[in-house]
């Protein structure tokens, strides 16, 4: 009997085993006969979102399965629009370049005022004769008042949206070769604090300079191409020993210096360099090896440009990739004159301008409203 019990153990035990190998086997032949159409959906959208505009577009033509996945994640940012500041009247024109069409809009409150910056759709406005300096919105028509400051010749330009508490307003001015003025102030503040500080490197200060905010700091860059940075929090204003890039020699030509545009693209500052028929150069600031970087490429990004503030957008809809669109509408307004990294040349053909010729007050890049349903 117990013999014959253990055989039977040993039957069982052997029947368990081959089940187990069965079953694996068959896991085994379902997981190898698997295609990208078996991934739960939950990593599908992981794996999906990770993806460019462009490359979300192409997945979303797989099937119908990957084009709802595709659709569902799919973010299109919002090109900036061109605003135009007329010489006369209160009508102000925005030019949409993706979708090719401008909306105009009557804006009073601007009148006898000047461009200074603009930065998360909020404008910073000065009227000269009054030495008034203010935020406003020219889509909700919001007014935020600063106190009064004489500008001069030199630009300005602030962190963040005022809405923020964190809003601080930055200007400098050259006093002299080796000493230069830092003017700052921030929300709530009734007057603006002014510091001199002494140079180091040469640094000119001018309408013609650019300036952003990265990091934290404010830098800019001043007529002849040297990088001065002011830290707010620890009020340090300091000139980068960083050459001034290196361009050819016939970029050295009439206007040369005012026809330059700076910008930040998630940390980084670069800078681009036009001159009249020449195909644009831009650089990178390497921070490791202070030194400006040439760059072949924008890596998709696609750089707006104009004398004030710039920007910086990826996955736009309608509009070229590695791409910088300029402060120039050609065609009735059909057109944004452009120049494309990729196939390095302008679009339009022969539509280069000099744009150290332009007025720096003309037209400013700024960002739309979500609704569009109050212009016409």
């Known amino acids: 009997m117990a013999g014959k019990k253990r055989r039977k153990l040993k039957s069982l035990a052997e029947t368990n085993t081959e089940s187990k190998r069965m079953a694996l086997k068959g896991k085994r032949e379902k997981s190898e006969l698997q295609t990208w159409s078996d991934l739960p959906t939950e990593l599908l959208e992981l794996i999906v979102s990770e993806l460019t505009l462009e490359d979300n577009v192409r997945a979303s033509v797989v099937c119908r399965r990957w084009h709802s996945v595709a659709n569902s994640v799919r973010v299109v940012n919002q090109s900036p629009w061109l605003m135009y500041f007329p010489k006369y009247g209160n009508l102000y024109e925005f030019y949409d370049p993706s979708l090719r069409k401008t909306h105009s809009i009557e804006l009073p409150e601007l009148n006898g005022t000047r461009v200074c910056y603009t930065k998360d759709g909020w404008l910073l406005l000065y009227r000269p004769r009054s030495h008034r300096m203010f935020f406003f919105n020219p889509f909700t028509r919001e007014v935020i008042k600063l106190p009064r400051f004489e500008l001069t010749y030199q630009i300005v330009a602030f962190s963040c949206a005022p809405t923020s508490t964190s809003c601080m ?38 309408i013609w300079n650019k300036l952003v905010f990265c990091n934290g700091l404010f830098y800019c860059l001043s007529l002849t191409g040297w990088l001065g940075v002011f830290d707010p929090l620890e009020r340090i204003w300091s000139v980068l020993a960083v050459p001034p890039p290196k361009c050819p ?77 300029f402060p120039k509408v050609r065609f009735y307004g059909k057109r944004c004159i452009s120049y ?37």
Request: charged letters at 20%.
């Open 249 to 325: 020699e016939n970029f050295f030509a009439k206007n040369w210096w005012k026809g330059k545009f700076m910008a930040e693209h998630k940390g980084e500052i670069s800078v681009i360099y036009t001159c009249s028929s020449e195909n644009p150069i831009m650089f990178k600031l390497d921070r490791v090896n202070m030194v400006w970087e040439e760059m072949k490429t924008l890596d998709g990004v696609i750089l707006f440009a104009s004398f004030l503030s710039s920007h910086c957008r990826t996955d736009l809809y309608g509009l070229m990739r590695n791409s910088v669109y």
């Open 169 to 206: 307003l930055f200007t400098v001015k050259h006093i002299s070769p080796t000493i230069v003025a830092v003017s700052t102030c921030h929300l709530g503040a009734t007057e603006w604090v002014t510091v001199n500080y002494q140079n180091r490197l040469p640094f000119v200060s001018s």
């Open 340 to 376: 494309s990294f990729d196939h390095h040349r302008y679009y339009p053909r022969k539509q280069c301008h000099d744009w150290g010729d332009q007025d720096p007050f003309e037209n400013i890049w700024i960002e739309p409203p979500q609704n569009f349903s109050s212009f016409t």
